[in-house]
């Protein structure tokens, strides 16, 4: 499926890997592909965000805030480091040799997973893309993909900056829709 992404979605989706790395998760949530969109900084997603005032330092402070009032904290994978070490495994040995062969930040561990939410997001991607007869998914289909993710946390950052889904669902696709003669 990620072939068929435009550059801008796939480096949306990569920052958002990124993002839950930086932040200490071991785990990508709709909360992360929201703040890869907004890192990313470019593409229609981008800009529609920005035009709502969602900016991304603001939408990673809600990101921890949320997550933390959920009870999720950030582990930065030690429970995964923590299991291998049992086993005889030194992952920062693993990622000193992985530096040195390959380059700096060529292995990172653990990768984070996607949340059940987040595999909704990007499958409704496909959906939302298809159903307005695009053949690639930008950014703007990932955050209509997004959108219908009640339950995911990207929807309730984006409350925290007072957007409602649905106008900005109706914004977004009124800038990607062509105008009828």
Same mark, same amino acid.
């Given at each position: 499926? @990620? #072939?068929?992404?435009?550059?801008?979605?796939?480096?949306?989706? +990569?920052?958002? $890997?990124? #993002?839950?790395?930086?932040? %200490?998760?071991?785990?990508?949530?709709?909360?992360?592909?929201?703040?890869?969109? &907004?890192?990313?900084?470019?593409?229609?997603?981008?800009? +529609?965000?920005? =035009? /709502?005032? +969602?900016? &991304?330092?603001?939408?990673?402070?809600?990101?921890?805030?949320? !997550? =933390?009032?959920?009870?999720?904290? *950030?582990?930065? %994978?030690?429970?995964?480091?923590?299991? &291998?070490?049992? &086993?005889?495994?030194?992952?920062?040995?693993?990622?000193?040799? *992985?530096?040195?062969?390959?380059?700096?930040?060529?292995?990172? @561990?653990?990768?984070?997973?996607?949340? *059940? /939410?987040?595999?909704?997001?990007?499958?409704?991607?496909?959906?939302?893309?298809?159903?307005?007869?695009?053949?690639?998914? %930008?950014?703007?289909?990932?955050? !209509?993909?997004?959108?219908?993710?009640?339950?995911?946390?990207?929807? #309730?950052? !984006?409350? *925290? @900056? $007072? +957007?409602?889904?649905?106008?900005?669902? #109706?914004?977004?696709?009124?800038?990607?829709?062509?105008? $009828?003669?």
């Amino acid at each position: 499926m @990620f #072939e068929f992404f435009t550059d801008q979605g796939r480096q949306a989706v +990569v920052a958002s $890997q990124d #993002e839950a790395v930086a932040l %200490g998760h071991d785990f990508i949530g709709t909360e992360h592909l929201l703040l890869g969109l &907004l890192a990313a900084e470019a593409g229609t997603a981008a800009d +529609v965000l920005h =035009e /709502q005032n +969602v900016d &991304l330092e603001r939408a990673r402070q809600e990101t921890v805030r949320v !997550l =933390e009032a959920a009870g999720t904290v *950030a582990s930065g %994978g030690q429970p995964a480091r923590d299991a &291998l070490s049992s &086993l005889g495994i030194d992952v920062a040995e693993i990622q000193r040799q *992985a530096d040195t062969s390959f380059g700096a930040g060529a292995f990172q @561990f653990p990768r984070p997973a996607y949340t *059940a /939410q987040a595999r909704t997001a990007l499958t409704n991607t496909l959906s939302e893309a298809r159903a307005l007869g695009h053949e690639t998914f %930008g950014t703007e289909h990932i955050l !209509l993909g997004l959108l219908t993710v009640p339950e995911g946390h990207a929807v #309730e950052i !984006l409350a *925290a @900056f $007072q +957007v409602d889904p649905a106008t900005l669902r #109706e914004t977004i696709l009124t800038r990607i829709t062509p105008e $009828q003669p």
